[in-house]
């Protein structure tokens, strides 16, 4: 039996049903052969779908029609139906249309000539919307580009091709390329560059092959080629551009990654028990070893989480003031994010206590930073040394081995130091001071106790001035203190009477203590002569009865 009867049917279906179902209107245009004839028929199924007024007559459906295609197609459309016309070939073709109701939509329509009537020439076929249609892969490989359309005027794409390469599932999207920069489709580095090809476009020429980051469909960056293609020189389409993007091959991915490898190992790890790659534009931890091997998956690839973890290591151990000034740290993320972008090749350094296997060790995080060459983008280097045994080995070299303070000579170089900067020149005071009858504390008491009065007149020392400058050991029993920042009597008297207390009542055994004072700007430039003047107001302290202290010059009230 057939499966098509006499009256037109397929086994129950009428033709029409079919073509209903599938949503294929059918349509025939007029087209007078001087030009002055523009006529389109449609037939029920195309006026719906195509939301055509059913009052609209023929001239005006055709107006209708064609009116509505988006620009940049107007080349193209015209030059398919000149195919139908002079070849008499069956000629498909796809554009994309604005829908009355749906907005942009993909249309794809075939049509063919037939035999011209009335003078005219007459061309048919079938119409259809295609947005909605499920387009089944013969092979099922992976996809390898994707294609676009961008229109000027409205400032939107539409994807001609399935979205299954890049992010987002949008077909349709609009406030385009700013969308796409905001949401970070496009890697941070290569934003600027992606905003100006779609700017002023209809003067623009085609860009032939541009390699840039963009977020794929797993949500993170690969490489991608770029390229864009004006679809006519007609003044009407210059507006609208089709653009292609093709995955980047493997062997340009491969040299790629290369050099961002060959650059990231630069630097040393051979020392490092901890190592991170971070990518500072798109905020990505890429990869960590050692001691940071679970960090990628602890915050989720999130560099900014990554690096408030490392901001709170820095503050794990509080340095007593003493040490202050041998810490090296930051204070919050935004910080050390603005250090790292604003070098584009260098090395930040810092220097703090970390805990290591239940032991306080000094350990220093070394950031190096960079552009890679091909993307221009920002990468940072991260690793952890432990350098306990050279601090510790620097500070012996620096500082007294029994009271812990600077050494005299370290004192010495860097109050010199500080004097010749033209900004702190004249800004300071220099304290020298020693224990009262320290000879008679170690033969009462012996020398062991002799030490421990020492040790406790110097954390005294440390506990009050570290804040504002640096506390050394002269020799014997004399210590002297550089106040660094300018200063009155009144912020000194304040302070030396917080030390005598410390150190007077916080002693074991009964102690005193003599001092002088002299500031900078009475002996400028030369530090031995302020030291000489400071000497001088100690030695008045000592004639008039010890436990006292005198600025130079000027003689200060007893103790």
């Known amino acids: 039996m057939s499966e098509r009867d006499e009256s037109g049917k397929i086994y129950h279906f009428d033709q029409k049903d ?46 209708y029609w064609y009116s509505r295609i988006n620009n940049g197609y107007y080349n193209y459309v015209n030059n398919c139906v000149q195919d139908m016309i002079r070849t008499g070939n069956i000629v498909q073709l796809q554009y994309t249309w604005r829908h009355p109701v749906h907005g942009e939509v993909k249309i794809r329509c075939t049509g063919v000539r037939k035999d011209d009537k009335d003078g005219t020439i007459c061309v048919v076929g079938y119409h259809g919307i295609v947005n909605n249609i499920v387009e089944t892969r013969v092979l099922q490989d992976e996809p390898s580009s994707e294609l676009f359309e961008f229109n000027s005027q409205t400032h939107s794409i539409y994807f001609h091709t399935p979205r299954l390469l890049l992010n987002g599932s949008q077909m349709h999207e609009d406030n385009f390329p700013d969308r796409w920069i905001d949401e970070k489709i496009v890697h941070p580095h290569f934003a600027e560059e992606f ?30 080629k770029m390229t864009t293609r004006h679809l006519s020189e007609d003044e009407c389409d210059r507006g609208t551009i089709l653009v292609q993007l093709r995955v980047a091959d493997q062997e340009r991915i491969a040299e790629l990654e290369n050099q961002r490898i060959r650059d990231f190992y630069h630097a040393s790890l051979s020392e490092a028990f901890a190592y991170a790659e971070l990518d500072l534009e798109s905020d990505q931890l890429q990869a960590a070893g050692g001691l940071w091997a679970d960090c990628p998956n602890r915050f989720q690839g999130q560099g900014r989480k990554f690096i408030q973890y490392l901001v709170d290591c820095q503050h794990q151990d509080v340095p007593a003031k003493n040490a202050k000034n041998k810490f090296v740290t930051c204070d919050s993320v935004d910080d050390m994010y603005h250090q790292m972008l604003c070098r584009e090749r260098g090395i930040i350094r810092y220097t703090y206590k970390r805990l290591l296997i239940q032991e306080w060790r000094w350990v220093q995080l070394t950031i190096y930073t960079f552009k890679e060459k091909y993307s221009q983008n920002m990468y940072a280097l991260l690793y952890l040394r432990d350098i306990d045994a050279e601090k510790r080995q620097q500070e012996a070299a620096q500082t007294d081995a029994l009271t812990g303070v600077f050494n005299r000579k370290v004192f010495e170089d860097r109050v010199n130091v500080h004097m010749k900067n033209p900004d702190n020149a004249l800004k300071g005071a220099i304290v020298l001071m020693d224990v009262d009858n320290f000879k008679a504390v170690n033969d009462q008491y012996g020398h062991l106790v002799g030490d421990d009065v020492l040790k406790h007149m110097a954390d005294s020392l440390e506990e009050t001035f570290a804040s504002v400058g640096l506390v050394g050991r ?22 030396m009477e917080h030390f005598i207390d410390l150190f007077v009542h916080g002693s074991d055994i009964p102690v005193s203590c003599s001092a002088g004072i002299a500031f900078v700007r009475d002996g400028a430039p030369s530090y031995q002569k302020i030291l000489s003047l400071a000497d001088e107001a100690l030695y008045k302290s000592k004639i008039n009865g010890k436990n006292q202290y005198h600025y130079a010059e000027e003689k200060k009230s007893s103790t």
């Open 18 to 63: 079919i073509l209903k179902a599938t949503e294929m209107g059918l349509w025939a245009i007029r087209l007078g052969v001087n030009g002055q004839i523009n006529e389109m028929y449609a037939d029920d199924i195309m006026r719906r779908i195509m939301a055509v007024p059913k009052w609209l007559t023929p001239e005006e459906c055709y107006q």
């Open 195 to 224: 905003r100006n090809i779609f700017r002023d476009v209809e003067n623009r020429v085609d860009v032939k092959e541009m390699e840039l980051l963009m977020k794929s469909s797993s949500g993170e960056y690969s490489w991608y």
């Open 474 to 495: 002269f020799g014997g029993d004399e210590f002297f203190v550089f106040i660094e920042n300018d200063c009155t009597r009144n912020d000194i008297d304040e302070l």
